[in-house]
């Protein structure tokens, strides 16, 4: 039998009170290893559609199936688990802690997944050096460029070892240059099997992705 899809969500739905509808319908799935890009135009409901994927935000209507188990019932403190066991996060303004090492920064995850120190730091190490910057792991991100403290982010999302990968907007703050190794390094990543969905306004990742998911007006394009 073949593996269950990382993502599927069927007549997916979001109201806000008040009665706005972010999200009227959408039905798609991601396969494991896929490398999709969600885009469309600014209030479109993509980061809305991000955020119920990651377990952030939940439906008013609709299903989602995070590989093959159904969300809908859980409790937060279930959501939480499932968040933190399968799915890491990359933000667009990075969300370090300023007064952590970039070292301290990638362990926390693990911190509060329960690991000890000593398996939690070493993994930490070993996370620096596969984004780069294994030789500024005491470096607290005010020491690091912007596209620094990114990969320091995405060693942070991977510190549970995630099957999904989700980033919103990974290279909105960032020079041409720096987009450019962020790029490379999620095409790596999901050369390795990692699943990763990710919005984005940048025309080259989402060139660069496998498929393109384009939301406008709370549908899929």
Request: proline share 5%.
């Amino acid at each position: 039998m073949s593996a269950p899809a990382a993502i599927t969500v069927e007549n997916l739905a979001r109201t806000y009170q008040g009665g706005y509808q972010a999200l009227k319908g959408v039905t798609f799935s991601v396969a494991a290893g896929e490398f999709a890009a969600i885009m469309g135009p600014s209030g479109c409901g993509k980061s809305t559609l991000l955020n119920i994927l990651g377990l952030l935000d939940r439906p008013t209507g609709g299903t989602y199936r995070l590989e093959g188990a159904l969300t809908a019932g859980l409790g937060d403190a279930e959501l939480t688990a499932l968040r933190r066991a399968r799915i890491g996060f990359v933000f667009q303004a990075f969300n370090l802690l300023p007064r952590l090492s970039a070292l301290e920064n990638v362990a926390l995850p693990m911190a509060y997944a329960g690991a000890a120190v000593a398996p939690r730091l070493e993994r930490a190490r070993a996370l620096l050096d596969r984004v780069g910057l294994g030789r500024k792991g005491e470096h607290t991100p005010l020491q690091l460029s912007g596209g620094e403290r990114q990969r320091v982010g995405i060693a942070r999302a991977l510190a549970n070892k995630p099957a999904l990968l989700l980033a919103d907007e990974p290279t909105g703050n960032l020079d041409s240059t720096s987009s450019a190794e962020i790029l490379a390094l999620f095409k790596e990543l999901n050369a390795e099997g990692t699943t990763i969905v990710l919005v984005t306004h940048d025309p080259a990742i989402g060139a660069s992705a496998q498929r393109v998911l384009r939301v406008k007006d709370g549908l899929l394009a």
